[in-house]
């Protein structure tokens, strides 16, 4: 029966997904906005609500492992394999806006995390927390991105996106309805998918703390795997990169800093080489947007090798 239903999760992710950005593209036009812009706030809050779920109820129980390595691992995941895998099907084009401001915030993000559980090495504190204070904190963060964007969102409404090759339906009903029911089908899919891999693998004797860096991360990162490659066969790789950089900003700022508002979060000292590996992946992304602007297929392939070494480095330590 889980095999069963992790099948229906994968039809549920893949459908999902591909209404889910016809429905945010067309949205896009209909609002003459950029849709990076929709990647950088639509899709991105809606490919992490399965982040989101999985780390509330971790804070809520206390199980600060699961919280905090969902989230670093998820962002892990997402900026190597993701984008990567998105840069195999179509190269990205990277425009000149995400390179000064959409990717140096993620980097923020990034940076601000291990600034934060540094307790022991900067404060000489017995333990690494992050504290409710410091998820109020990333929640500020949060909220100045969000008026960073609702800000590019008033200055480029009249910037009309077109896309001459396809006819675009400017029904609101309608792309309401794909865009809505895309995203359910995503996130009910992303659920059924976890649930029933770490029922599998539990039951083929993989360890619970193996299960939360593999299954767990990876699988709620799989509504923008699939999200992002979707749009890439459907040439929207502007939706496909701000989903990417959308996404790792909410987990940390909007997903952790909740979790830690929550309930204090405790931090395992071995997440710290993971930590900074996501600052590297994030610095990394930068340093390839900046080459022609845009991220080519081989620099795909790269990124997908560094993820496929990082897999397996983190079954060998555990």
Known sequence: ???????????????????????????????????????????AFGTSAPEASVSFIAAFQGNSDVAIGNVVGSNIFNTTL?????????????NSETIRKEIPFAILAAVSLLLLISDIQLQY???????????IIL???????????????????????????????TRWSKNFLFTIGGLAAVVIGGNLVVENSMKIALSLGMSETLVGLTIVAVGTSLPELVTSVTAAF????????????????????????????????AVDSRIFLDIWLMIFVTCLLLILSRTHYKISKIEGAFLVIIYIIYFAYIILRN
């Open 234 to 265: 459907k040439k929207q790789t502007e939706i496909a990169l701000g989903n990417i950089v959308g996404s790792n900003i909410f987990n940390v700022f909007l997903i952790l800093g909740g979790s830690a508002t929550i309930h204090p979060l």
């Open 1 to 43: 029966m889980n095999y069963l239903l992790v099948l229906i999760g994968f039809a549920l992710l893949i459908k999902g997904a591909d209404y889910f950005v016809k429905g945010a593209s067309n949205i896009a036009y209909t609002l003459r906005v950029s849709p990076m812009l929709v990647g950088l706030t639509i899709v």
């Open 125 to 135: 504190s017995e333990i690494n927390l992050i504290t409710r204070t410091e998820g």
């Open 139 to 169: 929640l500020l963060f949060f909220a100045i991105f969000l008026y960073y964007v609702f800000e590019m969102a008033r200055n480029n409404r009249s910037q009309k996106y077109e896309n001459p090759s396809t006819f675009v339906d």
């Open 82 to 94: 993701i984008l990567g895998a998105t840069a195999i099907v179509l190269p990205l084009t990277v």
